[in-house]
């Protein structure tokens, strides 16, 4: 029987890149993406454009009817991304809500599988530096942070549609980073601040990146390989930002960052950031939160994906080039 890739979020960073990986490998795929967003992601790219809402389940039926019989394959990647430090139901909505609608759509549809994509953040941090590995029960209360905490309610969720029949399975990314970023993510936007020379000065502390490219290949095999009710930590290295800072400096040739400011200093000043970015209508670099990531144990152990699905990682330095290389072909920094 033919199979049929669902990719919720599909304009999204991680989503698109999902998308033309599978469409590389010859996959039928179709991408649920919301009606009012423009991106121009997946432009050239043959896959099937579903406008929805995760949040408006009726706008969700049309994703999953199949004129013949077909495996469904749905890849949840849609999802809001934040380091905010105040609470935004539309986070809750789109992270919690959206995920409990797909759920009712697939166990609804009988699909043949779900891959949920949810976060290193919504496992619980472990002291003293410990490894972090993958767990069986999440509990909202165990996490610091909006964004967590949705994380782990939405993981819930799918873990008790295991319980149902649905044949579930997780994957917990770390940081994601690397090209194909269309929107403002995170790490892109200090990437490109930095390019642009808007970024003066660095913070202290660091975290556990992944290139996107390796996230879309290991979502995939999890698709194949993975087992019902269990999840896999999809991580890379440490890295911090002095070293992230450094080495685009060696790949781009743009000015060192030489300044770095402690992380209690820069607590100070986020609420400020946070205005500022939000009069930029860009998503702020430094909030309580994100500083507080910088400053937690991110020691994510990925064995059990490397064990089960084969997981693989590139080196960071070729994650950075690639990530100057297309941000300046797609001219989203200065040339000079």
């Given at each position: 029987?033919?199979?049929?890739?669902?990719?919720?979020?599909?304009?999204?960073?991680?989503?698109?890149?999902?998308?033309?990986?599978?469409?590389?490998?010859?996959?039928?795929?179709?991408?649920?993406?919301?009606?009012?967003?423009?991106?121009?992601?997946?432009?050239?790219?043959?896959?099937?454009?579903?406008?929805?809402?995760?949040?408006?389940?009726?706008?969700?039926?049309?994703?999953?009817?199949?004129?013949?019989?077909?495996?469904?394959?749905?890849?949840?990647?849609?999802?809001?991304?934040?380091?905010?430090?105040?609470?935004?139901?539309?986070?809750?909505?789109?992270?919690?809500?959206?995920?409990?609608?797909?759920?009712?759509?697939?166990?609804?549809?009988?699909?043949?599988?779900?891959?949920?994509?949810?976060?290193?953040?919504?496992?619980?941090?472990?002291?003293?530096?410990?490894?972090?590995?993958?767990?069986?029960?999440?509990?909202?209360?165990?996490?610091?942070?909006?964004?967590?905490?949705?994380?782990?309610?939405?993981?819930?969720?799918?873990f008790d549609s295991v319980k149902?029949?649905?044949?579930?399975?997780?994957v917990n990314p770390s940081g994601?980073?690397?090209?194909?970023?269309?929107?403002?993510?995170?790490?892109?936007?200090?990437?490109?601040?930095?390019?642009?020379?808007?970024?003066?000065?660095?913070?202290?502390?660091?975290?556990?990146?992944?290139?996107?490219?390796?996230?879309?290949?290991?979502?995939?095999?999890?698709?194949?390989?993975?087992?019902?009710?269990?999840?896999?930590?999809?991580?890379?290295?440490?890295?911090?930002?002095?070293?992230?800072?450094?080495?685009?400096?060696?790949?781009?040739?743009?000015?060192?960052?030489?300044?770095?400011?402690?992380?209690?200093?820069?607590?100070?000043?986020?609420?400020?950031?946070?205005?500022?970015?939000?009069?930029?209508?860009?998503?702020?670099?430094?909030?309580?939160?994100?500083?507080?990531?910088?400053?937690?144990?991110?020691?994510?152990?990925?064995?059990?994906?490397?064990?089960?699905?084969?997981?693989?990682?590139?080196?960071?330095?070729?994650?950075?080039?690639?990530?100057?290389?297309?941000?300046?072909?797609?001219?989203?920094?200065?040339?000079?």
């Amino acid at each position: 029987m033919d199979e049929l890739y669902i990719v919720t979020g599909g304009y999204g960073h991680l989503g698109n890149t999902v998308i033309k990986e599978l469409v590389r490998r010859g996959k039928l795929v179709r991408a649920l993406v919301l009606p009012t967003d423009k991106s121009s992601s997946l432009d050239g790219v043959a896959v099937e454009i579903v406008k929805g809402n995760v949040c408006d389940v009726l706008s969700l039926e049309p994703l999953f009817i199949t004129r013949k019989p077909r495996r469904l394959i749905v890849i949840h990647t849609a999802g809001i991304v934040t380091i905010a430090t105040k609470f935004q139901q539309i986070v809750y909505d789109v992270n919690v809500t959206g995920t409990k609608n797909i759920i009712a759509q697939c166990l609804k549809h009988r699909v043949d599988k779900l891959v949920h994509v949810s976060s290193v953040h919504a496992i619980p941090e472990v002291a003293d530096r410990g490894a972090i590995k993958e767990i069986t029960q999440f509990n909202k209360d165990n996490v610091f942070g909006l964004y967590a905490k949705t994380k782990a309610e939405a993981t819930q969720a799918v873990f008790d549609s295991v319980k149902d029949g649905l044949d579930a399975v997780v994957v917990n990314p770390s940081g994601i980073i690397g090209p194909y970023d269309y929107g403002h993510g995170h790490i892109t936007q200090l990437i490109m601040d930095y390019l642009d020379g808007r970024l003066t000065s660095g913070v202290d502390g660091g975290y556990n990146f992944i290139d996107v490219r390796d996230v879309a290949n290991g979502i995939l095999s999890a698709a194949q390989k993975g087992r019902a009710g269990e999840c896999y930590i999809l991580s890379g290295g440490f890295h911090t930002v002095r070293e992230l800072l450094g080495r685009l400096h060696e790949v781009s040739g743009k000015r060192k960052i030489k300044s770095f400011l402690p992380i209690w200093f820069v607590k100070l000043t986020a609420p400020l950031a946070e205005i500022y970015y939000k009069f930029l209508r860009q998503p702020p670099l430094f909030t309580k939160y994100s500083l507080y990531t910088l400053a937690s144990n991110s020691n994510f152990l990925n064995k059990k994906a490397v064990n089960e699905l084969g997981f693989t990682t590139r080196d960071f330095e070729d994650t950075l080039k690639d990530t100057v290389k297309w941000l300046r072909e797609n001219n989203r920094v200065k040339m000079k």
